[in-house]
């Protein structure tokens, strides 16, 4: 079973650059995450989408930064225009549900491998 | 500001000997707390999860434990093995809300 596809894996770009990064969540997950890691703060929540509907974006860091989902198997991470203080790693993650004490006891996130972000 | 801390940034133990990774929080609504593993160029991978009714739950070597008075959990792996060595993020949920995730404990286990 396939699991959380990211890509690239890899993109290296300058500065001013428009940046698309792409994931396709597990099928029949309802909520996709969209994570940034860094040294500093670990893995940061930059939006995450329910039903396809983005529930919270109070995590993307400036308006150079817009996620779409527009069907229930397809998400983008749009970085317009990129800055070296956006060279990260991006992680996609999807789930079926969230946690609910008492009735399940996983409710975990899957991640993606990731996409390496460097901007020049 | 960082809801969700774990202060050693990395931790060295002898194969065979006992791991202990730590988490602190700051929010006592939180009500699930999970742990993820990362190896180099993969993504986090669920690892244990607690509920905030519970104070231990194990799974194989794996001992996650709950202290909600301290705000304070910690992941138990006996005995530790090199395949153990990966970044262990700590993670908290909150009902109607999100995943908040600590900075990571880069853990090495020496053969």
């Known amino acids: 079973d396939a699991g959380v596809i990211q890509s690239p894996r890899h993109e290296v770009t300058e500065m001013g650059q428009e940046v698309t990064l792409r994931c396709k969540p597990i099928?029949?997950?309802?909520?996709l995450f969209w994570y940034r890691q860094t040294m500093m703060r670990g893995l940061e929540l930059l939006i995450y989408f329910n039903n396809n509907v983005p529930i919270d974006d109070s995590g993307m860091p400036e308006d150079r930064f817009s996620a779409k989902m527009p069907n229930a198997s397809f998400s983008t991470l749009k970085i317009q225009p990129s800055e070296p203080r956006d060279s990260a790693v991006y992680f996609c993650a999807s789930s079926s549900t969230v946690p609910i004490p008492g009735f399940f006891d996983t409710g975990e996130l899957f991640f993606g491998e990731g996409s390496r972000l460097t901007v020049l | 500001d960082q809801q969700v801390k774990q202060n050693s940034p990395s931790l060295s133990v002898q194969e065979g000997r006992i791991s202990i990774l730590n988490c602190d929080y700051t929010n006592s609504m939180f009500d699930y707390f999970l742990w993820y593993k990362k190896y180099p160029a993969e993504g986090p991978t669920f690892l244990i999860s607690?509920?905030?009714?519970?104070d231990k739950n194990e799974d194989g070597r794996f001992t996650v434990f709950l202290n909600k008075s301290a705000k304070h959990l910690s992941l138990h792996i006996v005995p530790s093995q090199p395949g153990d060595s990966a970044v262990y993020f700590c993670a908290a949920w909150r009902d109607g809300n999100q995943f908040y995730f600590g900075t990571g404990t880069s853990l090495t286990v020496i053969p």
């Open positions: 099928s029949g997950h309802d909520y």
């Open positions: 607690i509920s905030s009714i519970k």
